[in-house]
């Protein structure tokens, strides 16, 4: 049954609105930065200038091939965004099918293809490089890790997102939805807070495993124990450190896989009392569901080119070990955190202050 909210204390997002012409400004600044990779031979971040191409997808496009094919799509895909900042009328059925079809695609190359491992690398070992950096530790040279490959695979996920969210502000427009909920037309089981409780327990409660099973093996090297690994290998890793940056991403996942159950549970919807400040207040929505939907994409990211990469199949064979187990499940763990995430918005989300449905 759909109630009415009081709409009082809520404002209505300008975000939907601004997708659109944020998405086509982003896209068309950096598809000239491509059309002048094109004309100058210069600049183009992947193939034989990026240092990270093992699990990189666009290790099998040409250099010669890339920036003219990055300049036409996204030149395009901001051609595309500023046509959704129009009336939607005038258009056509098909022609607003193609539309849709273009966009979602440069979205999903953008944040999911272009990405690979390298984003969710970085954001694992940033606690440590930002924590460490005034103690000198790890001992590193940051020019050797933020470079001009990595800073276009972030800029690609935010071209992609900025992109996703104007066809999907669009789509909402031209079905007749509302563009700040979606809520409109017939409804859809599958989207009642009940429904969402049920398939969203049973995707956080994979989408924490994984992160944790890979955790355990950092943590059983860290305290000596070569799980998975020969005791050799094990001490070289703790001559050169390489035992403490792994305990490091442990850490990480760790921490991300208890954040992960906090999208089910009571503690994940209300501050704790002991917070100091927030205990007791509502936790908000967005910022449980961003930064897991960012995660969820990074690891997707991550995946499709481990996917792709020969040597990863060789991991359920000779080379399968404890230490390579957690990694053979990783192509669930993006699509169950993103699950998740919009599990525990549907729950959770108020009534619409654009629409008043809720």
């Not at 049954?1 to 068309?28: E, K, Q, V």
């Not at 917070?275 to 007791?280: D, F, M």
Request: proline share 9%; hydrophobic share 55%.
């Amino acid at each position: 049954m759909t109630t009415i909210t009081d709409p009082r204390h809520r404002t209505t997002s300008p975000w939907p609105d601004r997708f659109a012409p944020l998405a086509a400004g982003w896209l068309g600044l950096w598809g000239v930065l491509a059309l002048v990779a094109t004309v100058t031979g210069a600049g183009y971040p992947f193939g034989p200038d990026d240092p990270d191409t093992g699990t990189s997808l666009l290790r099998l496009v040409p250099a010669d091939v890339g920036p003219p094919l990055f300049a036409a799509l996204l030149l395009g895909a901001a051609v595309a965004a500023l046509a959704m900042t129009g009336p939607t009328a005038r258009a056509s059925r098909p022609l607003r099918t193609l539309l849709a079809g273009y966009a979602w695609a440069v979205a999903a190359l953008l944040a999911v293809v272009v990405p690979d491992a390298q984003v969710l690398i970085m954001l694992g070992y940033a606690p440590m490089l930002i924590l460490g950096a005034p103690f000198g530790w790890p001992p590193v040279d940051y020019a050797d890790i933020f470079t001009w490959p990595l800073a276009v695979r972030f800029a690609a996920v935010v071209g992609g997102l900025l992109l996703a969210g104007a066809v999907l502000a669009w789509q909402r427009r031209t079905a007749g939805a509302c563009v700040g909920c979606g809520r409109g037309g017939a409804g859809r089981d599958w989207t009642t807070p009940a429904a969402a409780a049920r398939f969203g327990r049973w995707a956080a409660g994979i989408a924490a495993a994984i992160p944790f099973a890979y955790a355990l093996t950092r943590f059983a090297w860290a305290a000596g124990i070569p799980l998975g690994i020969s005791r050799e290998f094990l001490t070289e890793m703790q001559g050169n450190g390489m035992v403490w940056a792994g305990f490091g991403l442990g850490a990480f996942a760790t921490v991300g896989a208890v954040l992960t159950l906090g999208l089910v549970q009571r503690w994940g919807e209300r501050f704790p009392g002991w917070v100091p400040v927030l205990g007791g207040r509502p936790v908000p929505v967005r910022l449980a569901v961003v930064p897991a939907t960012l995660v969820a994409v990074a690891v997707t990211a991550a995946t499709l080119g481990l996917v792709a990469n020969p040597d990863f199949w060789a991991l359920t064979g000779d080379e399968f070990s404890l230490a390579s187990a957690p990694m053979l499940l990783w192509p669930a763990w993006g699509p169950a955190l993103g699950a998740a995430a919009y599990a525990y918005h549907l729950r959770r989300r108020a009534g619409c202050p654009r629409c008043g449905q809720g």
